[in-house]
């Protein structure tokens, strides 16, 4: 049986006894089923993870026994920030998880003239929290000790107006040059996908004015949770740790 990765929300400073959150123990102990002297291995967000045997599985609690701090950083060396106009239904949340298994550093939820969802304040706070936990799961299954932060949602304009000395990209399928034509070496991206509908003409002029190059993935449109993960594929192999 492959060793569970479990997130701690915070820092692990010493080895020994840890009592771990509630969402933790509910997944070893009622979802996994595990028993006292199994192993699983945990990581709180820095370049680290932590082997532990589980020490005792309670109702209210479960301990676990932090025997080792390994080292063991998988992040890519291109920060990539991902701006994502919010798609609807479970094309989100699937950007989302891919894009964290790809190695996006940060995500910032975007609303544009397109964008069909429309929700009200308290819906999207609830929104936010599950795809923090969708970033989590993405980083427990691939690897990940670094969770990527899911950013209060924002408005296009005040998400490209942000000062930034990232690289910034807005996809265009009749843009003049790709990703592979981008000067090198690129360590910083603030990446744009769009709505289903795509951008209006005055918002792609309005990115222009804040230094968003348009660049091309290639002949074919692709719906927006297409091209948010082929475009990170792309600049991952360009610039970051794949291929």
């Known amino acids: 049986m492959r060793i569970p990765r479990i997130y701690h929300p915070s820092i692990i400073t010493q080895l020994g006894t840890l009592a771990l959150s509630d969402d933790a123990a509910n997944h070893i102990g009622r979802v996994l089923r595990m028993q006292p002297g199994q192993e699983v ?7 680290a993870e932590f082997p532990a045997i589980i020490q ?5 609690q479960l301990l676990v026994e932090v025997t080792e701090r390994l080292e063991h950083s998988l992040e890519s060396p291109l920060n990539l920030h991902l701006g994502q106009v919010i798609s609807r239904g479970d094309k989100m949340e699937f950007t989302i998880q891919k894009s964290v298994e790809l190695g ?7 609303l544009s003239e397109r964008c069909g969802v429309k929700l009200d304040e308290k819906r999207f706070e609830k929104k936010l929290q599950q795809w923090q936990k969708i970033a989590i799961a993405a980083c427990e299954q691939c690897g990940r000790n670094r969770v990527p932060v899911i950013r209060p949602i924002m408005e296009l304009e005040a998400w490209c107006a942000e ?3 990232a690289l910034k990209l807005n996809l265009h399928p009749r843009a003049q040059y790709s990703i592979n034509t981008l000067p090198a070496p ?8 769009g709505p289903e509908g795509g951008l209006s003409a005055q918002e792609i002029a309005m ?18 949770e297409t091209a948010a993960l082929t475009a990170i594929t792309a600049l991952q192999v360009r610039f970051g740790d794949l291929g």
């Open 56 to 60: 005792e599985v309670g109702k209210k």
């Open 207 to 224: 990115t222009e004015q804040y230094q968003f190059a348009e660049t091309l993935l290639g002949p074919r449109v692709l719906r927006t």
């Open 163 to 165: 000062p930034s000395d």
């Open 186 to 193: 690129v360590n910083k991206v603030r990446l744009l996908i």
């Open 41 to 47: 291995r945990l990581f709180d967000g820095s370049d």
């Open 104 to 110: 996006v550093n940060t995500i910032t939820p975007l």
